[in-house]
């Protein structure tokens, strides 16, 4: 049951009432304050002040002030005038269950109310926020054309002026090919004139040698002729020969021997390989070369990925079983997977092949003692 606090304490003037609330022992600042025109309550565990105004009050102007286990009020009144006294009287309970109702109800618009406000506040505020970032793209939109047209008329300008540059180019060209002509041509006609010259000054005495005289005039006329207009070219093929090479590499830089014995172990690694294995008939001709199979387990055993090695390893073996590293690496891949026994087989098995003589060691000597041979 909740303690109603008497001890209250009011002044007023003509405009505003001014209530003290004294709560003394509690916390003041967890106190829970309801106002509206017409009823004033103050909540704070386990006191309880409620007051039925007299007169209506402007309850979004008025205030409230808490501190030192007290809260003050000022609350300003609708209507200028003096109150008799700050609650109604001759209330009863049903009156006073109606008035709390109709306080809680118009609390409940004035909220809605607010919040109604605030939210087309907020909208109207969004809508002006929208209209500024559209203008805004808009804006840089505009900008954006503006320079893609600029950029486009320069480069309009700067191609009319090539054209311009490449068309007087062509023009002088022209007219410089045209003067050479002119000048062959006058040329010419000044020889012609030169020998026509000389054939009329000859002797004109000897008939036959004014005779021969025009002859060869005409003669070096038909030569001179010929020597101005060159005649075309005849078609014909040219065959040349290369000398065949395997490798890509000119001769001086190559090494004959080497690449004759590389050829001969190719050939006879090819010769010895088996091609009936059903696992060939999806691989490329680059897939099944024991080589390549081999780098390919050496790529898988950097990696740590020792079982694929071990995968790459046994195809190349059963493509060519002559080649020792084939053996010594998938002795390498059991031994990091400490398979000894099947270490020990593929390390004996490489001596074999190598034809050196096998004595009785531990396979991670053995193996390290291949390593030193091979120059791994």
């Known amino acids: 049951m909740p303690l109603q606090v008497s001890d209250y304490s ?37 006191f309880l002040f409620e007051v039925f105004l007299y007169a209506p009050i402007d309850d979004e102007s008025s205030k409230a002030k808490i501190g030192n286990d007290t809260i003050v ?23 006073m269950q109606r008035i709390r109702e109709k306080s809680i109800l ?22 002006y926020t929208l209209n500024v970032m559209m203008k805004i793209e808009e804006e840089e ?8 047209e600029n950029e486009r008329i320069k480069a309009t300008k700067e191609l009319e002026a090539w054209k311009e540059r490449q068309r007087k180019t062509e023009e002088h060209k022209i007219i410089q090919r045209e003067e050479k002509l002119y000048q062959q041509e006058k040329q010419i006609e000044e020889e012609r004139k030169k020998l026509k010259h000389k054939g009329l000054t000859r002797n004109s005495v000897s008939r036959n040698l004014v005779t021969k005289g025009r002859n060869s005039e005409n003669i070096f006329f038909e030569k001179l002729k010929e020597d101005s207009i060159p005649a075309p070219r005849s078609v014909g093929n040219i065959k040349i020969n290369f000398t065949p090479r395997v490798f890509p590499t000119a001769l001086r830089e190559s090494q004959v ?33 024991p080589e390549w199979l081999k780098d390919k387990g050496n790529k898988l055993f950097a990696t740590e990925n020792y079982l694929a090695a071990i995968n790459a390893y046994n195809l190349a073996i059963r493509l060519n079983n002559k080649i020792p590293l084939l053996y010594l690496n998938r002795a390498a891949c059991h031994l990091k997977l400490k398979n000894l026994h099947k270490a020990i087989e593929d390390s004996s098995k490489a001596y074999r092949i190598m034809k050196l003589p096998l004595r009785l060691i531990h396979p991670t000597k053995l193996y390290k003692m291949m390593l030193r041979r091979f120059g791994i």
């Open 10 to 46: 009011w002044q007023q003037t003509r405009t505003a009432v001014f209530i003290s609330v004294p709560l003394r022992g509690v916390s003041v600042r967890d106190a829970d304050v309801f106002c509206t025109e017409n009823y004033l309550k103050v909540n704070c565990p386990p």
């Open 73 to 95: 009020f000022t609350l300003h009144k609708k209507e200028a005038a003096m109150w008799e006294t700050l609650s109604l009287s001759g209330v009863d309970k049903e009156m």
């Open 106 to 127: 118009q609390a409940q618009e004035s909220a809605k109310e607010a919040m109604e406000a605030k939210a087309g506040a907020r909208r109207e505020d969004q809508k």
């Open 141 to 148: 939109r505009k900008r954006i054309e503006d320079m893609k």
């Open 257 to 289: 021997a080497e690449e004759e014995e590389w050829l001969h172990k190719q050939a006879e690694a090819r010769r010895a390989m088996n091609t009936d294995i059903p696992e060939l008939c999806d691989l490329t001709e680059e897939e099944k070369n």
